[in-house]
């Protein structure tokens, strides 16, 4: 079973964006989600998590704070990143994947994905005038 990321595009400098992450066969609820990305030429990244049911989210990354967030609707079975003010750095193939949900002294924090099997084909952000 893979995740399907979806809703990238060609967007302006400040511009704005939502990706959806959807799957078949797999019952979305029950997993922590992450987003990750990867830009030309550079290692993949991750980018924000989301719990399961969607009470905890954490950032992998301080560059997206106060731009991007995550939401979820488990009745959809999907997984949401919006983006807000863009910017060239965050052109990238865009993916999700379940992960695990660490926490130490109250404090959550997106883990690396636990398995390989899930990563999907992303979906493209690219930010340009």
């Known amino acids: 079973v893979q995740l399907q990321a979806s809703g990238g595009g060609l967007v302006q400098p400040g511009g704005s964006l939502r990706l959806s992450c959807t799957a078949s066969?797999?019952?979305?609820?029950?997993?922590?989600i992450g987003w990750f990305r990867q830009a030309p030429g550079k290692e993949r990244e991750g980018v924000i998590c989301i719990s399961s049911r969607g009470e905890h989210t954490a950032y992998y990354t301080d560059s997206v704070k106060g731009r991007f967030t995550i939401s979820r609707d488990n009745v959809k079975n999907t997984v949401y990143l919006e983006m807000n003010n863009l910017k060239p750095e965050d052109t990238a193939v865009y993916y999700c994947?379940?992960?695990?949900?660490?926490?130490?002294?109250?404090?959550?924090?997106?883990?690396?994905?636990?398995?390989?099997?899930?990563w999907g084909q992303g979906t493209q952000v690219t930010v340009s005038s």
């Open positions: 994947t379940p992960v695990p949900l660490g926490v130490s002294s109250g404090v959550y924090s997106c883990e690396k994905p636990f398995s390989e099997d899930y």
């Open positions: 066969g797999l019952s979305l609820d029950h997993y922590t």
